[in-house]
């Protein structure tokens, strides 16, 4: 079989992409170091951060408009304390309503962000956040219906740390851009004018927004200088519908120490990572040798019209599609950053630990109810391309879906044919059960409140805040382009 990769490489090699000396120069957008997130502590009242246009140097020869909430990209890393109340005040200095979804965090609905909670130009938004959950790696993200896809690719996200006080750093390495090291990956594309490159119709509707050049915390294939020793990287894919399946081109192993709820029972060894769109890993890293490393990811083959050729052809045909990261690897992975190793610098951990005291423990009662959830490409009704939608109803602002009873546990069954889908539960974190009823083992999975849903999965849930009609949870794919066009639903919990 000739697959998608293979055909694309044999068309760069004929001269029907880019001229080469294009190329050549744009080479110099990688390498950079890797740019560190700033850090805002809401442990006290005060802090605000501002919804802002930008302008943000991604390539080497021009600026690009982007959105960010409080810099010109993205938004700097929220950390919140387990037991206080994090205060903040989100301002829109944008030109349309935005939103700051908390994604992971167990709060009400009133203050979850979610697309009822959308806010003005020239308005402030003010929740208090009572956190009361699990040490985590958890992120925000503007929420509007319709719109999200838009603006988390401008740059309207962040990562969120949650910080257990009681629990210590359990053994982790945990000095902040140092041995403990956010990484944010998304992919984008740009126009000639170093412009942002986006659409949302044919194939990049149907798989979603995937694009050629990837970035980490806002710059293109960058390079960390890490210790030696162990380093633990707080992996986020923030792409919109990209999933990755991250390796270290030498086979390295690594160890993943938490998942979206939080800590994992005891470390899990790998050498390959799947990270679906929304969902965090926090990896411990050996560098120890002092061997520079790469980290690559295989391409993405979620695709309804198949992979291969007739795949590759037919989003070519039917246009608004972008192009493939360059495969640097023999298995036709890319290049999503490097690291260096600063022998100068020792790390501070240089044994991993063996298990997590305060890893989250699944708190269930027996379930008392199941609900199933069919996640459509298309909806009955709508014609050939009707819009997407969940239990063949596509998102309506005005219609809640479930009432759901605060604190009852239930089984929600999701199903996602024709392609995988990861599917999103605000308000809570979930334990998998199965998986086309192959139990899941939740001591290598952990608390989820994201799952990449490829045929039938079921989900143990329970909700233990409030969400009223007029600010429901939602339930929806977390490919963004899927959810702007109605694969979406909304949820009360009383
Ligand atoms: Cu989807």
């Known amino acids: 079989m000739i697959n998608r990769r293979k055909f694309l490489a044999g068309a760069a090699a004929s001269g029907l992409t880019m001229p080469f000396l294009l190329k050549a120069s744009l080479a110099a ?28 140097s991604f390539l080497a020869n021009g600026k690009t408009r982007t959105m960010g909430y409080g810099q010109d990209y993205l938004g700097p890393v929220l950390r919140m304390k387990r037991g206080q109340t994090s205060k903040i005040n989100v301002g829109n200095k944008t030109n349309n309503p935005i939103t700051a979804h908390w994604h992971g965090l167990h709060v009400p609905g009133k203050v979850d962000g979610g697309p009822q909670l959308a806010f003005g130009p020239g308005e402030t938004w003010s929740p208090e956040l009572d956190i009361d959950q699990p040490a985590a790696t958890l992120w925000y993200h503007s929420h509007v219906h319709g719109q999200t896809a838009d603006q988390v690719y401008a740059g309207l996200a962040g990562m969120i740390i949650i910080d257990d006080p009681g629990a210590g750093s359990e053994g982790l390495p945990d000095t902040y851009g140092v041995d403990d090291i956010p990484l944010i990956v998304q992919d984008k594309a740009f126009n000639d004018d170093a412009s942002l490159l986006y659409v949302k119709r044919g194939p990049s509707l149907m798989h979603g927004f995937r694009a050629e050049k990837i970035l980490v915390n806002g710059a293109i294939r960058p390079t960390a200088s890490v210790p030696s020793g162990l380093v633990r990287f707080r992996l986020l894919n923030a792409s919109n519908a990209r999933i990755y399946t991250f390796r270290f081109e030498d086979n390295r192993s690594f160890h993943q120490v938490a998942s979206d709820g939080g800590l994992l029972g005891a470390p899990s060894k790998m050498s390959s990572l799947v990270l679906a769109p929304a969902e965090r890993a926090e990896i411990i890293v050996d560098f120890s040798d002092g061997k520079a490393a790469r980290l690559v990811s295989l391409p993405d083959a979620n695709n309804p019209m198949g992979g291969g050729m007739m795949g590759g052809m037919m989003s070519r045909m039917m246009g608004g599609d972008t192009g493939e990261p360059e495969p640097v690897t023999s298995n036709d992975e890319f290049e999503i950053m490097s690291f260096d190793v600063d022998q100068q610098k020792q790390g501070a951990v240089q044994t991993l630990p063996t298990t997590f005291a305060s890893a989250p423990k699944p708190l269930f009662d027996e379930p008392v109810r199941r609900r199933r959830f069919e996640l459509n490409m298309h909806t009955s009704g709508g014609g050939m391309m009707g819009n997407m939608g969940i239990n063949d109803k596509p ?18 069954e999701v199903f996602a044919n024709e392609m995988e889908h990861p599917f999103h539960i605000h308000g809570t974190s979930f334990q998998v059960l199965s998986h086309n009823g192959v139990p899941v083992d939740m001591a290598t999975t952990g608390l989820k409140d994201v799952f990449l849903v490829n045929g039938i999965a079921e989900l143990l849930v329970q909700f233990n805040k409030p969400a009223d009609e007029q600010t429901p949870y939602m339930y929806h794919c977390h490919i963004l382009e899927h959810e702007d066009a109605g694969m979406m639903g909304q949820f009360t919990v009383a």
């Not at 170091?33 to 802002?52: E, Q």
């Not at 309506?396 to 929600?412: H, K």
């Open 395 to 412: 998102m309506s602002m005005e219609r809640i879906d479930e009432r759901v009873r605060l604190g009852e546990t239930e089984i929600w």
């Open 29 to 56: 957008e990688s390498g950079r170091p890797l740019p560190i997130p700033s850090v805002v502590s809401l442990d006290g009242a005060g802090n605000s951060i501002d919804a802002i246009y930008g302008s943000h």
